[in-house]
């Protein structure tokens, strides 16, 4: 489906399922939407709705194979309520693609409910949201964003979250062989510019992603916590910048560049190489575990290598 240039009122999700919707281009092509109050809560609790492409969700009998290419998604979300499905791209989409989108005004960019596979988004801006950037939250695999710039988020800029939400088995809500590469993160304002929270087995996720000025937290963090699966997280890094990040939260915690935190199972292999952290407002790398579990789990074998820092607002 070709969508020509223009700007169109969309107030709702539209459902894309074996399909490719291409526009003009997204200075040219608009899909534009107010963000709307439910009549009702729907069952996933959201009580609000807004512009947005969303795949089916596997539950729902998903296909995907399909692909949005070039064209700008305006919203109009006007506060972060954490139930509400009012996002950019949506649902599960796999074997599909996403390129040349602008998501603006949303309350995140993109996020993925798993389980799905095989889906790359590229050379997409996604700013100016509420919460993430892009998010891929259980049972997402063999999934990637390359060439993409997010600027200004209320929380993390990338996100990999294995969501153990399925009792009993939590193999289905692994995230594996997910890769965020050659990206550009710029202020998020709450959390993380990239973040794996139990990255499952086998990660293998690798970034490339300048950044810069992350207020609240580390530009790269790697934890294991929030109800995610069990696992020891394997996380591969290489030639990350930072420039000017870590800052001093609100409450005086010191943040880092790049953390590795500790929180409810031992983190395990997650080597820097090629690595700089110019200028960083407090540390540039720091390991820490939770304060309730520092007896109980560690960071052992980390391995740095060719690690470059100029300048740092303590160590």
């Not at 005004?105 to 095989?118: A, I, N, R, Y």
């Not at 919460?131 to 999934?143: I, L, W």
């Not at 294991?224 to 394997?234: D, G, K, S």
């Amino acid at each position: 489906m070709f969508i020509p240039a223009g700007t169109y009122q969309v107030n709702r999700h539209i459902v894309v399922d074996d399909v490719t919707i291409e526009g003009a281009g997204n200075w040219y092509t608009i899909i534009r939407g107010h963000q709307v109050t439910l009549a009702s809560p729907l069952p996933d609790g959201s009580v609000h709705t807004g512009v947005g492409f969303y795949g089916k969700y596997v539950e729902d009998g998903a296909v995907a194979i399909t692909s949005t290419v070039d064209f700008a998604i305006e919203g109009d979300v006007r506060e972060r309520v954490d139930t509400d499905q009012a996002n950019g791209v949506g649902g599960a989409l796999s074997d599909s693609s996403v390129s040349g989108l602008y998501i603006h005004h949303t309350k995140v960019g993109l996020w993925f409910d798993g389980p799905m596979h095989d889906l790359t988004v590229s050379n997409t801006i996604v700013a100016d949201v509420l919460a993430d950037g892009v998010n891929f939250r259980r049972g997402v695999t063999n999934s990637k964003v390359v060439n993409s710039f997010l600027p200004e988020h209320a929380d993390d800029a990338m996100a990999m979250w294995s969501h153990n939400v399925t009792a009993g088995h939590p193999e289905v809500d692994e995230n594996a062989n997910d890769v965020f590469d050659h990206n550009t993160v710029q202020t998020p304002t709450l959390a993380n510019g990239s973040r794996s929270t139990a990255a499952g087995t086998p990660p293998s996720r690798t970034t490339s992603s300048p950044t810069r000025s992350a207020r609240k937290r580390p530009t790269r963090r790697h934890a294991l916590r929030q109800h995610a699966v069990r696992r020891l997280p394997e996380v591969h890094r290489q030639h990350d910048s930072a420039r000017r990040d870590a800052r001093v939260e609100l409450e005086h915690r010191s943040r880092c560049d790049l953390a590795l935190r500790a929180a409810g199972v031992d983190q395990r292999r997650c080597p820097g190489h090629g690595d700089n952290f110019l200028q960083s407002t407090y540390n540039a790398i720091m390991e820490v575990a939770e304060w309730s579990v520092k007896d109980l789990y560690s960071i052992p074998n980390v391995h740095y290598k060719d690690i470059h820092v100029d300048g740092t607002g303590t160590s």
